[in-house]
C-alpha cells in the first residue's frame, strides 16, 4: 500500500496472532551424555548430532585455502605488499562493512603493508557497493589497488570504471553473485565456490581467512624473517569478526559460531579493540559479560548508526582507534546518533501502522496484501531498512519500506519471512516485468533496490503476486519455534547460565526458547511499550520474574489471567545482584484455566 500523507493520529492495528509450535524430538543419542538434559534437546532441535559440532577451537575452522579464489586473491596482495603498493580499502556502510575494514586496514598494516587507509561510500550520495561514482572519489587518492571488503560482487561498473584507470581491484564480499561477474583481478565470494565448508561467512570473516592465507604465504617467503619482526596474531582481530558476523545476521553455523565463540572470548577478557570496549560502555553492557546478543542488539546499531544517519567513517575510526579516551568519545557520537535513529524509527513506525490500521489485519490477515510495500516522501532513507523488519516481525510478512532517492528515483530496504527468498522473488519480478526494477541485491532475508517514483503502483502489484506464488495464508501466521515445557527443577540460575555459555546463539542457530502456561500474578508497563510481569507457573511453585519487550501494545490479558507464554531463560543482574529471569518472546491470554 503506497501512502505518502501523515497519519499519526489513527489507532494502529493490532499485530497478528503467533503460534507456539514445539520442535520435534531429535535423536541426541550422540551428544556427550554429561550435558544438562534440557541443553541436550536443545542441541538435537538444532540438528546437531555429532560431538565435534560442540567444538569451538580454532583449529576446527576450515582451512583458508581450500576457498576457490584464495591463492589468486591472497597473490595480488602479497605483491602489493612486496611491491610497496598504495592499498585502499573500499567497504560497506553497516556494521560488517565497518568491521570488515577496520580488519583490512588492520591486518594488511600487521603485515607490513606499507600504505593502507579506507574509504566508505556515503549511502547517500554514491549508492551500495563500488559504484563509478565511489572510484572516481577513491582514485583521487592515487591508490595501486583497490580491495572492496563486504561488497562489490555486483559492481560491475564500478570495478570496470577503476580498471579502465589502470587500478586494479580485488573484490572481497559474501553477497549473492548476479548472472555476471565483475571483471576484478581477483574474486573471493565463498558464494562462488559450493564446495567450501564455511558458506556463510559474513564479509569480516571472509577478510579474516584471507588475511590468514596471506599470512601463509608471506611466512613461507620468508617476509617476516627478512623483515625482522614477528608474525602477526591474527586471533587479536577475531573481536571484529565476531561482532561483525553477529551484526550482520549470518547463519550460525559452525565456522562462524566458533569465529563469534573466539572474538566474544577476547572480549570478556578485556583483549578487545578500545572502541568496542568503548561502545559497550556506552550501550551499558559489561564487557566481561558480553552475549551475541548484546552484539546484535546493543553494540551493532550504534556502529550501523553512523552509516544510516552521517557516514560509516566515524564508526570505522572508533574501531580503528587506539586510544581508549579517543575511542569513548566517538562511541558517544555513535551513541547520540543511534538515540537520533531511534528517534526517527519512532515516528516513521507509528505512521506505517497508522497506514496499514484501515485494512485490519487482525481480523482477516488475507485482507492485507501478502507483500507489503509502503512509501512516505518524509521517510528517512537510512532508517527503512529498520522500518522493513518491524513491519515483517509485526505482520509476518514480507515488506518493502521506499523512502525518496535521487532524480526521482526511490529506494527500498527489503525483509522477509522463512519461505521467501526475497532477492530471488526480486530477481522474479525483474523477469517478469522488465525494466520495472532499476537494480536490486541482498540475501534471502534482506534486500535493497531502486525504482522510478511513478513505477511504485505497479511494483506493488507485481511484488503482492510474487509473494503469494511462494506463501500460503498459513505462512502469514507468526511462528514461535519452541524447544518445549521445562520442569519445575528447571528453572534455576545454574540451567540458565549454562543455557548462556552453551551458545554463541543467534541466526540460524537459535537460542533456547521454551513454553508452558502461567498465572499473571503481577504486570506493569515500561515506557509505553514493555511489559514487566511476575509468572507463576502452572506447577504452583513460586512466582517468576518476566520482561516482555516491545509488547505492551498488543497484551490481551491482565492480573489473574492464565496466558501462555514463549520465553527463554535469563540472568538479570543489577546492582551486583543476579536473578533468574523470564525473557518473554510472545505471550497471549490461555483458552481457560488450567484443570
Known sequence: MIQDSDRRSRPVPSAVATRIIRRSAADCAALPPDLHPVLRRVYAGRSLREPRELERALAQLPQ??????????AALLQHALEQGRRILVVGDFDADGATSSALAVLGLRALGAAEVDFLTPNRFEYGYGLTPEIVAAALQRAPDLIVTV?????SLDGVAAAQAAGTPVLV??????????????????????PSFAAPNLAGVGVMFYLLAALRARLRAAGWFEARGVPEPNLAECLDL??????????????????????????????RCRPGILALARVAGRAPERLTAADLGFAIGPRLNAAGRLADMGLGIRCLLTEDPAEAMDLAAQLDGLNRERREIEEGMRQEALAALEPLHAELNPEAMPFGLCLFDAAWHQGVIGILAARLRERFHRPAIVFA????????????????????????????????LIEKFGGHAMAAGLTLRAEALAEFERAFDQEVRRHLSVADLVGVVQSDGPLE???FSLDLAAQLRAAGPWGQGFPEPTFDGRFRVQHLRVLKARHLKLALVPEAGQS????????????ADFGVGDWVEAAYR?????????VELQLNVQCIQKANGAPL
Open 64 to 73: 583458508p585455502e581450500t576457498l576457490a579464489g584464495m591463492a589468486a586473491a
Open 241 to 270: 569478526v565476531a561482532l561483525g558476523t553477529v551484526a550482520d545476521v549470518v547463519p550460525l553455523d559452525h565456522p562462524n559460531r566458533i569465529l563469534v565463540h573466539q572474538g566474544l572470548a577476547r572480549m570478556r577478557r578485556g
Open 404 to 435: 525518496p532517492g535521487e532524480a526521482g528515483a526511490v529506494k527500498g530496504s527489503a525483509r522477509s519471512v522463512s519461505g521467501l527468498h526475497i532477492r530471488d522473488a526480486l530477481n522474479s519480478v525483474a523477469v517478469r516485468h522488465p525494466g
Open 150 to 154: 563486504d561488497n562489490g560482487i555486483s
Open 543 to 554: 512466582p517468576l520474574p518476566a520482561i516482555a519487550f516491545s509488547q505492551a501494545e498488543d
Open 488 to 490: 519445575p527443577r528447571d
Open 569 to 577: 531463560l535469563d540472568l538479570n543482574e543489577y546492582r551486583g545482584e
Open 172 to 193: 572481497t564480499d559474501h553477497h549473492l553473485p548476479g548472472e555476471t561477474l565483475p571483471a576484478a583481478a581477483a574474486l573471493l565470494n565463498p558464494r562462488l565456490d
